[in-house]
């Protein structure tokens, strides 16, 4: 297990930029934007996406703090971005929900087939679900407790660069993202791919 100060102070040494203000702070910059994308995105894909729009319209109505309220839309924002991306939310997040012990047993079981997977455990309890996060690497679990999805995402990225791991070929474009329009860093043995730099441009436009 690491410890998320530890990867802090990590990828700020690798890159000399603090990881979670730069990716939370450029994901809050562009949702307006990226919202507006998604609504204008047209067959299967914008269907999907209006099902997760509609899903943070419904979270955030039940929500009972501003800071609720900001994961929520930060949340329903990445697993939008995957789609628009013509990605799958699937391959990077797994969700879950807890109720006994047996789920419990499910959910670790389930962890050790995760190459490099955020997971989301909802768990009931006194009338409320709560959720928090999680990273899996190659099988194991390596994060726990993070409190959403937005912060498992820069975590994330910062394990990545911290063990040198290369991104999933299946989310490549939702890295990509992440790296080079979230985090502003770029790879001078990369090309940005043209539906990378489409979506900057938009993002700029």
């Given amino acids: 297990m690491f410890e998320l100060s530890q990867i802090e102070e990590e990828f700020c040494r690798i890159t000399l930029k603090p990881l979670q ?29 209006d099902e997760t729009l509609d899903m943070l319209n419904e979270a955030c109505t039940y929500c009972t703090t501003r800071d609720n309220s900001i994961e929520s839309r930060r ?14 939310t699937e391959e990077l ?7 006994d012990d ?7 079981e389930a ?6 997977n955020i997971f989301v455990v909802s768990k009931a309890r006194d009338g409320d679900l709560q959720k928090q996060a999680g990273i899996a690497i190659e099988g194991a679990e390596v994060l726990f407790g993070i409190p959403d ?3 498992a995402c820069t975590y994330l990225m910062g394990l990545i660069y911290a063990l040198e ?8 474009y939702t890295f ?7 985090l502003e860093l770029e790879d001078v043995n990369q090309k940005v791919s043209s539906k990378v730099h489409d979506l900057k441009v938009s993002l700029h436009a």
Avoid: M, W
Avoid at 21 to 48: E, I
């Fill in 93 to 99: 997040i797994k969700d879950y929900k807890v109720f």
């Fill in 165 to 172: 791991l290369r991104y999933p070929n299946k989310l490549k």
């Fill in 176 to 182: 990509e993202v992440f790296q080079k329009i979230f």
């Fill in 75 to 88: 949340e329903a924002v990445i697993r939008g971005l995957i789609l628009y991306l013509g990605e799958k």
């Fill in 102 to 108: 047996d789920d419990v047993v499910t959910v670790q």
């Fill in 111 to 116: 962890l050790t087939t995760q190459v490099l």
């Fill in 149 to 151: 999805v937005a912060h």
């Fill in 21 to 49: 203000s730069t990716f939370l702070g450029k994901l809050d910059q562009y949702t307006p934007r990226l919202l507006s994308l998604y609504r204008r995105k047209g067959g299967a894909v914008g269907k999907k996406l």
